[in-house]
């Protein structure tokens, strides 16, 4: 058991058999009242987002997670494959337990959590590049704000994109939102 004023963002814990990880923390105190820890944790089975109150004297059951860095190799209709880089084991991993799984590229690495033996959840980074297949033609016009188009990147995900990239260039998108952030 671990006290909720030592939670921070990433650290993995288990309430009523489901297990979170903390996407971010608050620890309030109001004037009269007892301080309260307020936590957004992810669902890892599910992949939901929910808010949770805690008494800043509550504790909560530590969940010990190992995490890996692995190489993306190829995914099928309902697995997909990973590599340890240091001994070359493959890990075959269910697109179920995947949530975003659309960004996996080949031959990129991402951080892997396990619970025991059994893989929990896949890290992506925050930002990836990815090159754009197709995307409408570039028509300017009077406008006082940006303007964006419609693309397709490599990976099939759809997303708005500014005039100035064409089919071909390579865009680096915000993974939490799927959003276009940069030229790459």
């Given at each position: 058991?671990?006290?909720v004023?030592s939670?921070?963002s990433?650290i993995?814990f288990r309430e009523?058999g489901?297990?979170?990880?903390i996407?971010?923390y608050?620890?309030?105190?109001l004037?009269?009242?007892?301080?309260v820890?307020?936590?957004?944790a992810r669902?890892i089975?599910?992949g939901?987002?929910?808010?949770?109150?805690?008494?800043?004297?509550?504790?909560?059951n530590d969940?010990h997670v190992?995490k890996?860095?692995?190489?993306?190799?190829?995914k099928d209709?309902?697995?997909?494959?990973f590599?340890n880089?240091t001994?070359?084991?493959q890990?075959t991993i269910p697109?179920?337990?995947?949530?975003?799984?659309q960004?996996l590229?080949e031959?990129?690495?991402?951080?892997?959590?396990?619970?025991?033996e059994?893989?929990?959840?896949v890290a992506?980074?925050?930002k990836?590049d990815f090159?754009?297949?197709e995307?409408?033609?570039?028509v300017?016009?009077?406008s006082?704000t940006?303007v964006?188009?419609?693309?397709?990147?490599?990976?099939g995900?759809?997303?708005?994109?500014?005039?100035f990239?064409?089919?071909g260039d390579?865009?680096r998108?915000?993974?939490?939102?799927g959003?276009?952030?940069e030229?790459?």
């Amino acid at each position: 058991m671990i006290p909720v004023t030592s939670l921070r963002s990433g650290i993995t814990f288990r309430e009523d058999g489901d297990i979170f990880v903390i996407v971010s923390y608050s620890h309030l105190h109001l004037r009269k009242t007892s301080a309260v820890v307020k936590v957004k944790a992810r669902n890892i089975r599910n992949g939901s987002l929910v808010e949770k109150s805690f008494g800043s004297n509550a504790k909560v059951n530590d969940v010990h997670v190992e995490k890996k860095d692995l190489q993306f190799l190829y995914k099928d209709a309902d697995s997909a494959y990973f590599m340890n880089p240091t001994t070359f084991d493959q890990i075959t991993i269910p697109l179920s337990v995947i949530l975003d799984y659309q960004y996996l590229k080949e031959g990129a690495s991402f951080t892997i959590s396990f619970l025991g033996e059994d893989p929990i959840a896949v890290a992506f980074p925050p930002k990836m590049d990815f090159k754009v297949t197709e995307t409408g033609p570039s028509v300017r016009g009077n406008s006082a704000t940006n303007v964006f188009k419609d693309a397709t990147l490599e990976n099939g995900l759809k997303t708005k994109i500014p005039l100035f990239v064409d089919a071909g260039d390579i865009i680096r998108v915000d993974t939490r939102t799927g959003e276009y952030s940069e030229k790459a």
